[in-house]
């Protein structure tokens, strides 16, 4: 079993749409979204049933004409180890979810 | 106790040790057969059998090398068996096909069924063989002295961000370049403080300061006993920056 990219990211976009939607930003809202969006994520890769550990990061962002840049870098195995990362976006919010799956 | 100066003595064995062979088809004859071995370990294995059993370890023709030997132990048996994975390679004999060990690197069809309670490696028996590279170090969960520390890593975090970014301005242009820096940065120097067996990943938001508000969380599945995350946020008047190492222990 290796990481798959293309199932990763259909699960994030999924849980972003159904969580956030067409929703205008709302600063009550947020904690919640950043929340739901992560925990439906990391429920619907562990009922994957795959051996891995997961790693699922939200960043959730008004859009104000403010720059944002995001970078990881990992210490792993290439072979066993991936991650996805998937930019979201509506009129009023910027999404950025990544997922790192790493093997046992 | 068997008669150490006959050749062909047979010990009478003790249930236990019959039991024992037929779960790991173990052989102390092997040894003996490899021309690759240094014979140091074939010499302090054989004292270590003479002193613990008195059962004497001596080269035989392959005739009498179908007579079951009762191993020492079973603790000594898996050594032994570890240390044949690692040496064994030499296949032309037949008595190495038709005497199963617990792991082999050729294996034979009939050698799975007495040793599949065994895996000393941790990998299920019935993968392909494969290269064994490192030795087992038996070992299930990080030394104490080697785990994710948070509280001291979030320090490392915090300076190395203050030292870091400072005054810095932010620009559109160089953001991203100073974010994959960032990352790296903070890589490395989390990787010098060197914990053995841990997976680091390091993930940094830079962003421009700005009247907008900004929510960053992450939840994980993992070990709660072995694995752990640090946190550091740092602002100046332009920019933000978070960072996130997390550690995860690998077996």
Request: contains cysteine; positive net charge.
């Amino acid at each position: 079993t290796a990481f798959v990219v293309e199932d990763i990211s259909n699960i994030i976009k999924e849980a972003v749409d159904t969580t956030i939607g067409s929703s205008p930003f709302q600063t009550a809202r947020v904690n919640a979204w950043t929340s739901a969006v992560v925990e439906t994520c990391l429920s619907q890769l562990a009922k994957l049933g795959k051996p891995f550990k997961y790693i699922v990061t939200c960043i959730v962002m008004q859009k104000n004409g403010a720059g944002l840049h995001a970078a990881s870098s990992c210490f792993w195995d290439n072979t066993t180890d991936g991650s996805c990362t998937l930019r979201w976006e509506n009129k009023t919010t910027y999404c950025i979810v990544s997922v790192f799956g790493l093997g046992l | 106790m068997p008669d150490s100066t006959s050749s062909t003595a047979k010990t009478p064995l003790h249930p236990m040790f019959e039991k024992v062979i037929l779960e790991t088809g173990l052989q102390l004859k092997m040894t003996t057969h490899h021309a690759s071995l240094s014979h140091d370990p074939v010499d302090q294995f054989g004292e270590t059998l003479r002193s613990e059993q008195g059962v004497q370890l001596k080269s035989r023709g392959a005739k009498d090398l179908r007579k079951p030997r009762p191993p020492p132990l079973v603790v000594k048996g898996a050594e032994l068996s570890r240390r044949n994975s690692m040496l064994s390679v030499n296949l032309s004999s037949p008595f190495l096909r038709r005497e199963s060990l617990t792991i082999t690197k050729h294996p034979s069809p009939g050698a799975w069924v007495h040793s599949s309670r065994l895996s000393f490696s941790g990998l299920p028996i019935h993968q392909p063989p494969r290269e064994i590279r490192l030795e087992n170090t038996y070992k299930t969960g990080p030394d104490d002295s080697c785990r994710f520390d948070a509280n001291h890593i979030q320090q490392i975090l915090q300076s190395t961000l203050d030292g870091f970014l400072g005054d810095a301005l932010y620009s559109a242009a160089a953001g991203g370049q100073l974010s994959r820096t960032l990352s790296e940065r903070l890589r490395s120097q989390i990787r010098d403080i060197s914990l053995p067996r841990y997976k680091l990943i390091s993930f940094v938001v830079v962003g421009q300061c700005s009247n907008h508000d900004l929510q960053v969380a992450s939840r994980c599945l993992w070990d709660t006993q072995t694995d752990s995350s640090a946190v550091a946020v740092f602002q100046n008047s332009s920019l933000f920056a978070v960072a996130i190492i997390y550690g995860v222990y690998f077996e």
